[in-house]
């Protein structure tokens, strides 16, 4: 281990963590409900026509599963597929429920307060990829470590990391172009901003090479021993020299602990029940060999036999008398402590920076910025220079019908993507107590709409004084508001859907229908809209867009040209009366009238996502 990461360890060891914290449980039970129907080929549950009744079982995920884990030593947790290793994991770490048995620290029954001491790195690695490794951990400190840090000492925590988890050299690359090993030491470093007492890890070298695997294993021995840490780890299937190498070792089949101790001695254990481990096999293997059934589908197995020889009691008993006695007695005055480290305020302005940093990389590409311009390009020239004349009343209407759709759609599906997308990150942000759901709710929209809000600026500063129908600033200026307002307002509706629905899928169905049958009801195509659903217009953007866009440049009576298109209006001055004109356009209201629907659209829908996204869980619970 080089000295920069020593220095680091060193850094990041918790001050609280010298006497150690102990983790125990003991008894845990855990059973799930399955709802079961049977299905025909309509996928409709029924019996001779009629809808078959639902019946419910029980499955159990856990079942008596008792054990330890100590200060200063890494504690594996090994099973097949289906073990349950997961559910464990997420039953210590407060993530999941549970029906019975008990959790404890240091001989003390858990709290939500004292959860607080664990960190839990989950086995997906999650992030804003567009972020850089150094801004993932500076932000992450921000959020989680307390205000009473100067800013220097949280700068200096983050460098502590970077060294300790060998980052140094990628802190400054966008966390999608890091490998897979790396990201996994950024998921733990992300944890570890916070010198966590017990640390957490599901299955950390799933997706690793065995380099990356055995690297990563020794990193945690470092953490754990230099900081007297209390590690657990989840794990699928080791080499031998990392089985050998953990402190100790439970092993699981369905939900059951068949061992519990030093890994060594488990090959006695299995001695002991003449299913010894061949010379020079590896000792991992062999546990999962037995563990594992058939492929005959035999059922005379020999994990029933390593179930019903495991003394469970005997072990839930040394549990339960670590509690009666209390042997550490660190967390029994726990303080009343809040439930986040940082006010309001501050998660507001660290996450309005974090969402205009990653929006910005994410919508500024190149790509989109030549789509812009190129758009603008394009209606420019196939509405050139237009006369503000009776011939071109259709021209004009169309470009502003397109240019309002257009950008009213692309707002609204770029928002769509952003709480379906970002909802992994917020749920596993916020199951760590980072930040409030409200202030993440303000700082994304807060800093997605100014981003949002240039690409349309771009085109509409090209093909406005193109297309020349008001060479006038204060025309253009107006103009551009009309259609940040729109864009607004389209994102508004993005929000609410993709608060509303968890699947994406089922969320871009959705909002396609809907935003369609808005589109039609915005008076460019259909203009005498049945009278059942026209009170549907008045929730349309599309509608108060496109209207209040043509009353900007549509504010004066129009010359006639013969050209007959308003036949009917003109009079015998030359000119159409421009209230005569917005009629037949399809444009209603007043300008005043238009935008303040906009801008209640804006309000409204914003406000009914933030609920929409409150109802929905942001915590797992499974």
Not at 91 to 106: H, M
Not at 407 to 419: E, I, N
Not at 555 to 561: A, E, I, K
């Amino acid at each position: 281990m080089s000295p920069q990461e020593e220095q680091g360890i060193e850094t990041i060891a918790s001050p609280s963590a010298n006497g150690g914290f102990h983790l125990r449980w003991s008894r845990i039970q855990k059973t799930v409900t399955i709802k079961d129907t049977a299905t025909g080929l309509s996928g409709r549950a029924s019996i001779g026509g009629t809808k078959a009744p639902e019946t419910t079982s029980k499955k159990t995920i856990l079942s008596n599963c008792s054990g330890a884990a100590a200060p200063g030593q890494v504690l594996a947790i090994m099973g097949p597929s289906g073990a349950g290793k997961t559910s464990l994991m997420n039953v210590l770490a407060g993530r999941g429920t549970y029906q019975g048995g008990s959790l404890t620290i240091n001989g003390h029954l858990m709290t939500k307060r004292r959860f607080k001491s664990i960190a839990y790195v989950k086995q997906a690695d999650i992030f804003f990829e567009h972020l850089t490794v150094a801004d993932q951990l500076s932000y992450t400190a921000m959020l989680r470590l307390p205000e009473s840090m100067t800013k220097a000492e949280k700068n200096q925590q983050v460098t502590a990391i970077l060294n300790a988890l060998r980052l140094t050299k990628v802190q400054h690359s966008p966390i999608m172009l890091c490998s897979g090993g790396e990201k996994k030491r950024v998921n733990i470093g992300t944890e570890l901003v916070t010198n966590p007492s017990i640390l957490l890890l599901d299955e950390p070298t799933s997706g690793l090479d065995s380099s990356s695997a055995v690297s990563l294993l020794q990193l945690l021995q470092s953490l754990s021993r230099e900081a007297n840490r209390t590690i657990v780890t989840s794990i699928h299937q080791p080499s031998s020299a990392v089985f050998r190498s953990f402190d100790r070792l439970l092993m699981m089949s369905d939900g059951k602990v068949v061992y519990f101790g030093s890994p060594v001695e488990s090959l006695d254990y299995l001695s002991r029940l003449d299913l010894a481990c061949p010379p020079g096999y590896n000792a991992a293997d062999h546990w999962m060999d037995l563990l594992v059934a058939p492929v005959d589908g035999s059922e005379d197995l020999v994990k029933y036999k390593l179930q019903d020889a495991w003394d469970a009691e005997a072990l839930a008993l040394e549990m339960d008398a670590a509690f009666v006695d209390g042997d550490d007695a660190s967390v029994s005055t726990e303080a009343r402590t809040p439930k986040y480290n940082t006010s309001w305020l501050t998660q507001y302005i660290v996450l309005t920076h974090r969402a205009m940093k990653n929006s910005r990389s994410a919508i500024f590409t190149p790509l989109n910025l030549i789509k812009s311009l190129a758009l603008g390009i394009v209606a420019g020239l196939l509405y050139f220079q237009l006369d503000y004349v009776e011939e071109n009343i259709n021209n004009i209407r169309s470009y502003y019908f397109f240019t309002m759709t257009f950008w009213v759609f692309d707002s609204m599906f770029g928002a769509l993507m952003a709480f379906p997308v970002e909802r992994a990150i917020v749920t596993q942000e916020r199951a760590a107590s980072s930040y409030h759901l409200s202030a993440y709710f303000m700082a994304k929209t807060t800093a997605d709409a100014p981003v949002r809000i240039c690409l349309p600026l771009l085109y509409m500063t090209v093909s406005y004084w193109m297309m020349a129908i008001r060479n006038d600033i204060v025309t253009f200026i107006a103009s551009i508001g009309c259609t940040l307002l729109s864009v607004m307002a389209g994102e508004a509706f993005g929000l609410l859907v993709g608060a509303s629905i968890l699947d994406l899928q089922h969320a871009i169905t959705t909002m396609t229908v809907s935003m369609l049958f808005l589109m039609l009801l915005g008076g460019f195509f259909v203009e005498n809209i049945p009278s059942f659903v026209e009170w549907a217009k008045y929730l349309s953007p599309f509608k108060y867009a496109f209207d209040s866009s043509l009353q900007l440049v549509v504010d004066r009576d129009l010359p006639c040209d013969d050209s007959g298109v308003l036949d009917e209006l003109c009079n015998a001055d030359g000119f159409a009366p421009v209230d005569e004109v917005l009629d037949f356009i399809g444009v209603q209201g007043s300008l005043g009238f238009n935008v303040g629907m906009l801008v209640v659209l804006i309000i409204c829908c914003r406000f009914l996502a933030y609920l929409g996204l409150r109802m929905t869980k942001t915590a797992d619970r499974a």
